[in-house]
């Protein structure tokens, strides 16, 4: 005899109600349930997903067709009928998916790739998978043997102290969904004065998150005893660009970690194998890969990087040092940038908003060039300096249209536009712009870059 | 002149309280805090990281010797004197960590691998690499181009419909991080009469842990319309194993969703490109990849996966089907299975539970082989259906000591002992283990698998 768990019987009982509802409800009128919450096309969202059969139909009706039950056993592909493949022992994606890589970007006329972009364009949801994370290095990747590489703390300290990688990953550990974004993301739309014609992660892409696990670093210091003079920490890579960035002892107590793993498994040669600082909500040069030495001192060293390369010049011709947080912002992934949409009809606008302070709090979202916005929906967990994702309903007329998102954060931060941002600046001084993107959505269905 | 922004500021204001309290923390004796919660070495969590620099310092003491400040610059290593390699397009893993991959069994002696194992004890955080993630099929992985492949729900339908890859890319989707695990997972527990030596990842390493992203099934359901007698979905994979699994409709509106993306990428081959099915909580072959077909019946139609593969058969000799639910269950990956501590002292007992009915709502540790049990932390975000990390601080004494975990889920649902379950079941039947799992820690720091 067949033993049914208590599970099965529950779904026989409510199984009913539920065939009656969703019967009940297809004799509705669905387009008269579509509310607009905003103009060009914005609809509410409750309503519009109860409303399902008719939205979805319109899509469907793109490549859907009807089947006739007859013929469904007639075409089993040739691929049913040859035995697969065996498992690799480290899976890789579809060959189908090749076109899917980090986007290289030669800088100063480099041999050698100095920065890679994450494809945010062909992802979805709010991690980026380790291979596909942006990369910014300014000596190449170093080949690290971990049974070569210290960390060490030294200067204003009671006692200096070294750890090998062994005994670091020994130590309590915490995980965290956080964001990383290079202090240069989004440059090309405040550097050039017409939009370029560029994807969304071409502009954007210096911007991944992912799942990061490591030791905080407040053990640390309470093990070498910080002086009451220590107030920085001077923080070196073990890369041949030795690059160097000195972060305030708070923010190291605060919620800063020793990163071994990302996304699961050890951290990668291109993100510090075998590990790096990060400090979640700050620009990601902050977060020094193949971190090996922290020298504890009263005031911050001045690199190199700080005097020069991550300091931003702003309209009155003034340096500006040590920015530390990337300020809320929020792009929309799909649709977006050489994107094109194949007939006019109901798509999800989809995109995702972050904060280097906090939570991000909302995002609206404008399809009439941002005369009108209305309330994006935020997947959760909306968890603090981490991509949030958001989704809102979109009936596309087709005709051209001008798509927008703008993010708050927990504080009431938010994003200013693109001529506010740039009359703050010098000219050619691109870090941290936070200013609101948009797109142009053509009456052909192709979308592009533009500015509003 | 240089500009600090009012995060400096703020720094500067806050540090001087932070010195203080850190010096006056320091006067204290970090022992008299330390208080045990268990026998065994478990101690109280929230005293024992106050007292940070006395635990910390004992790990340390393994590897960790104190710098003197003149040589810290005399020993660069090599690889900061050459410069690095370029940034791959597509990354991958340090080759130092090359020995982390999936585990291979070859089931009934086939000569491709059927099963590959995620090595859970060299992981960390609640995400399993895509790359890593355990795989079973029975008859090799296809190889399905996009163009190739169609998705298609018949049988007590009002309206028959089939959708091209690019149109269900076009609809609405949600993202939601849930574990997947194999019925048969942590099997050579409960098949072996006496524990055998094998490692966490060999023994528990079909779960996984993953952002899952795709099209809810109630949009596809809503379209085609569900006839009053529909109940069931016979759900045919697109592989030469043609894999077949019947489900209750009720879940397919619930929460199941057709995955397209994992981690962010679209899904990988050995995991059902172009889409797979995924219905969260239930057994992991109830997850039907390279999904092609639903026929809505009236009643589950037996397949032969059903009747014999994926049947439990209980203590009394009857057949258990349609289990559905993988229950509460939990393992610790670290210390476990054939590693080794260097010494003793204090420790971080680390691992991972889940339940299929919800969340976890509690998870507890004990160190002397079950007389008495202390509350683990659990790491938040705490999700449905999802891996919860949890640790507890040990003090290890350096003699023989057991280590056990169990969990209880948000519904008062916990763990069966192995005896309790072993009772339940027929010989060599294996499906569904949730008992509780202990690990062996001998005087000499080796850690066995271990019946209680």
């Not at 194998?273 to 090996?292: A, I, S």
Request: some cysteine; hydrophobic content about 35%.
């Amino acid at each position: 005899m067949i033993l049914f768990d208590i599970a099965a019987t529950e779904i026989f009982s409510n199984k009913q109600a539920l065939i009656f509802d969703l019967l009940g409800e297809t004799k509705v009128n669905k387009l008269s349930e579509q509310v607009e919450v905003a103009n060009g096309g914005l609809v509410e969202r409750r309503k519009f997903l109860k409303s399902g059969a008719t939205f979805l139909s319109v899509l469907a009706a793109s490549s859907a067709s009807s089947a006739a039950q007859t013929d469904v056993f007639d075409d089993h592909p040739k691929h049913m009928k040859i035995p697969g493949v065996a498992s690799e022992l480290y899976g890789e994606p579809s060959k189908y998916e090749s076109h899917v890589k980090r986007l290289p970007e030669h800088v100063y006329g480099s041999s050698i790739i100095t920065a890679a972009f994450t494809p945010i364009d062909q992802l979805n949801g709010i991690i980026t998978p380790a291979g596909l994370h942006f990369v910014v290095h300014h000596n190449g990747i170093p080949d690290i043997e971990p049974s070569d590489h210290e960390f060490k703390i030294h200067g204003l300290v009671h006692k200096p102290l070294k750890w090998s990688v062994e005994s670091l990953l020994n130590y309590p550990m915490v995980s965290r969904v956080h964001f990383l974004e290079c202090a240069g993301n989004s440059g090309p739309n405040v550097i050039a004065d017409a939009p370029m014609d560029m994807t969304c992660g071409q502009i954007h892409g210096q911007i991944s998150g992912s799942l990061w696990t490591g030791v905080p670093l407040k053990y640390l210091l309470d093990e070498v005893g910080i002086k009451p003079n220590g107030k920085w920490a001077m923080c070196e890579g073990a890369d041949s660009g030795n690059h160097v960035r000195n972060i305030p002892l708070q923010k190291l107590y605060d919620d800063a970690i020793i990163a071994l793993y990302q996304n699961g498994e050890r951290i990668r040669p291109d993100q510090g194998y075998p590990m790096r600082l990060f400090v979640p909500g700050y620009e990601g040069n902050m977060n020094v890969k193949w971190l090996h030495r922290m020298e504890i001192s009263d005031i911050p060293s001045q690199s190199k990087d700080e005097q020069s390369l991550y300091a931003d010049i702003t309209a009155d011709e003034r340096v500006k040092q040590y920015s530390f947080n990337m300020e809320v912002k929020s792009v929309i992934t799909k649709p977006s940038g050489k994107q094109q949409l194949p007939m006019s009809g109901f798509y999800e606008i989809s995109g995702f908003a972050w904060s280097g302070r906090g939570k991000v709090q909302k995002v609206e979202v404008s399809a009439d060039g941002g005369k009108t916005w209305a309330l994006a929906h935020l997947e959760g967990p909306i968890m603090s300096k981490s991509l949030t994702r958001f989704t809102i309903p979109w009936r596309w007329n087709g005709q051209k249209a001008i798509i927008l998102s703008r993010a708050m954060d927990e504080y009431g931060n938010t994003q200013p536009t693109r001529q506010e941002w740039v009359s703050r600046y010098a000219r050619y001084s691109h870090g941290h712009n936070n200013s609101i993107n948009a797109w142009l959505v053509s009456n052909n269905g192709r979308v592009s870059n533009f500015y509003v």
